[in-house]
């Protein structure tokens, strides 16, 4: 029954992604994502007592709503969040958690995206109305070991930190050009490489020391001077 093998293949994919939101066309499951367009457009015909044109029933629905199938289309809001949420699984790849810091020069729209969502789910908590987060968002992050209960977490993985371990490798080593797979501080590897290429302006007005840019690339630049 083609329901039910689809309905398998997006809980599948629901593993994977953390999510439902499956591309109307997804190249790794064509017939998958043409299928989510059709549930859709029956969802419509269901809702509007046109049962006999419509291929859903109350079961199908409860069935794809309990994946945390949301039946509008997803949103430019919706396009970003999932954005957010792809940052903060890279930033957890990195750094071993999802406790971006309130300052994070490197993504300061994730570091705010982050402390809304607690804010989000806290009134969510609250039973406010007001709140954007959904149960499907909730699990999303979840999923991930998103902290809720970590407002303006400070114990992160410091910049500061990571650049006076660079400073230290280069007295010792006489470069910058720490492997990716570094053993001896795995940690200061994956910070490394994911410094450059940079804006270096954000890194000076984070109370970094002037000769940052020259440490990084070994030469003055213009900004320096900021």
């Known amino acids: 029954m083609e329901f039910n093998t689809r309905l398998s293949e997006l809980s599948a994919y629901r593993e994977e992604h953390g999510d ?25 015909l269901f809702k509007e007592g046109r049962t006999s044109e419509s291929q859903l029933t109350s079961e199908r629905v409860q069935a794809l709503e309990a994946l945390g199938f949301e039946w509008p289309l997803p949103t430019k ?60 968002r909730i699990e999303a992050l979840d999923k991930i070991g998103f902290d809720w209960g970590r407002e303006g977490c400070v114990d992160l993985v410091d910049w500061e930190v990571r650049y006076e371990e660079l400073c230290q490798y280069r007295l010792s080593y006489g470069n910058c050009r720490v492997p990716r797979n570094f053993r001896r501080n795995p940690q200061l590897g994956n910070w490394v490489h994911t410094q450059v290429p940079f804006n270096w302006s954000v890194v000076f007005s984070f109370r970094m020391p002037p000769n940052a840019l020259v440490l990084f690339y070994g030469r003055e630049s213009s900004t320096s001077s900021l």
Not at 20 to 43: A, C, F, M
Not at 90 to 114: M, S, Y
């Open 20 to 44: 439902v939101l499956v591309p109307s066309k997804y190249d790794q499951n064509p017939k998958l994502g043409n299928w989510i367009k059709t549930q859709r457009i029956h969802y419509k």
């Open 77 to 136: 809001l919706d396009k970003k969040w999932n954005q957010r949420l792809e940052e903060l699984k890279r930033f957890r790849e990195i750094n071993g958690h999802c406790r971006v810091p309130d300052k994070f020069p490197v993504n300061p729209q994730l570091a705010t995206w982050v402390s809304t969502q607690r804010v989000q789910f806290r009134l969510f908590k609250e039973g406010k109305k007001q709140s954007m987060i959904t149960p499907s």
